[in-house]
């Protein structure tokens, strides 16, 4: 596989503690594989690391710190957004990824829906909901951004997944 590139959006100190340890019981628990917990701006973006670091540099001193916050946990039938907590999509979060998508030159379909993937996989709905039932709340949870995470992504698999660069965020 030819590596791709991704920017991701990472909780730091007790949200990243919390989100770490509800992904790491959720991978014990269905067998499926441990990921960094994260928000990812922008996917799939081809080109050599050197472009992508010089676009991801753009972007970063195009963008001041903003706020995530986190909502209500829903599930959809795709193994990388098996079970997630939704992100408010508020006009700084869309507006980064409108700013990175003009910057890497990226179409805007299908639109940006951010969220927070807490389990990877394929499972059946009734486990799906069932899972979310006994989920910690984690409404309301916000964390702030500062930083724009390169990634390299090898396979499929989150073990073949690199942070490569950061990133600050302009003050």
């Not at 770490?20 to 080109?47: C, N, S």
């Not at 690391?49 to 991801?56: L, N, W, Y």
């Not at 949870?141 to 090898?154: G, M, Q």
Request: hydrophobic share 40%; charged share 20%; with cysteine.
């Amino acid at each position: 596989m030819i590596p791709r590139y991704y920017i991701w959006l990472i909780p730091a100190g007790e949200i990243h503690a919390r989100l770490t340890a509800a992904i790491a019981e959720l991978g014990r628990k269905y067998a499926a594989p441990m990921f960094e917990p994260h928000v990812t701006l922008l996917g799939d973006l081809p080109g050599s690391e050197e472009e992508i670091a010089i676009h991801t540099s753009q972007l970063a001193r195009r963008l001041t710190p903003y706020d995530i916050h986190l909502t209500t946990a829903a599930y959809e039938d795709a193994y990388f957004r098996c079970l997630f907590l939704n992100v408010e999509e508020t006009p700084l979060v869309m507006e980064a990824n409108a700013r990175g998508k003009t910057i890497f030159n990226q179409p805007d379909d299908p639109p940006y829906k951010p969220h927070l993937s807490l389990l990877y996989g394929n499972y059946p709905v009734p486990l799906k909901t069932q899972i979310i039932a006994t989920l910690p709340s984690f409404q309301g949870v916000h964390f702030s951004v500062t930083a724009l995470h390169v990634i390299r992504v090898e396979s499929r698999n989150p073990k073949d997944w690199h942070k490569i660069r950061t990133f600050p965020l302009s003050e």
